[in-house]
């Protein structure tokens, strides 16, 4: 597998990797990240990690470390990474990786996009959201906003394009799809994707690598949570 190591101004260094596809890659991003952050040598000059798809940034106190140093130490990291990583230690870290349940209401009075999604994969809404709630995501990057991730591969059957024009404002806990991903927004903000339903969860447990499944909940159910959330 190749990568690349480059300076992203002057106190951050770009970890990228070139050759193989998102899912490959997130087991070898994932300990990459654990074992940066682990280590005693590095600890006391990186100031964070921010693993993505293909990536993983590095900024660093520039005061403590020269960057040809730490680039030099990082190679060591990666190389032993790479020479560790078999198809074997991937099962590994899927049958392993955090599970987390999130319920999702899919009820149309939350689901503002799921009549067009159905007219858009001719299939019936019941049939989307056994789809979309019985599928388990893997969580690639956290961005957009804190707490947003980005969670895939969303089923080919029900992947539909981002909104050609962005809404000026989504409601926080609405879930969306956009092509091969599905999100939920943490917070009301713009967007453009498909929202399908809406989650009361909160969702500061997410990190990249680990693993998500929406488990649908009524109309009753995710109310009977906002009152929970009022009354504490």
């Known amino acids: 597998m190749q990568y690349q190591i480059e300076m992203i101004g002057y106190d ?15 087991p070898l991003i994932y300990r990459l990240n654990q074992q940066l952050n682990n280590a005693v040598d590095l600890v006391p000059v990186i100031i964070d990690i921010i693993p993505s798809y293909q990536t993983l940034l590095i900024s660093f106190n520039i005061i403590k470390i020269e960057p ?74 956290i961005g957009f906003m804190p707490n947003f991730a980005y969670l895939g591969d969303v089923d080919k059957r029900i992947q539909i394009p981002r909104h050609a024009k962005p809404k000026a404002q989504v409601v926080a806990g609405s879930v969306g799809i956009a092509d091969n991903q599905t999100a939920i927004y943490p917070k009301a903000s713009p967007g453009g994707w ?16 680990c693993q998500v499944k929406f488990n649908q909940i009524s109309l009753d159910e995710f109310n009977h949570y906002h009152q929970k959330d009022q009354a504490s």
């Open 68 to 141: 040809h140093q730490l680039i030099n130490k990082i190679h060591v990291y990666v190389k032993q990474v790479l020479n560790s990583h078999t198809p074997a230690s991937h099962q590994a870290f899927t049958t392993t990786a955090d599970l987390i349940i999130l319920p999702v209401c899919y009820h149309q009075s939350l689901a503002p996009d799921l009549a067009a999604l159905s007219q858009h994969s001719a299939l019936s809404i019941d049939a989307i959201i056994n789809i979309h709630s019985s599928t388990i995501y893997s969580c690639y990057a």
């Open 12 to 26: 951050a260094i770009l970890i990228r990797f070139t050759d193989a596809d998102n899912t490959q890659l997130l």
């Open 194 to 209: 498909q929202i399908i339903g809406q989650s009361p969860a909160a969702l500061d447990t997410l990190a990249v690598g």
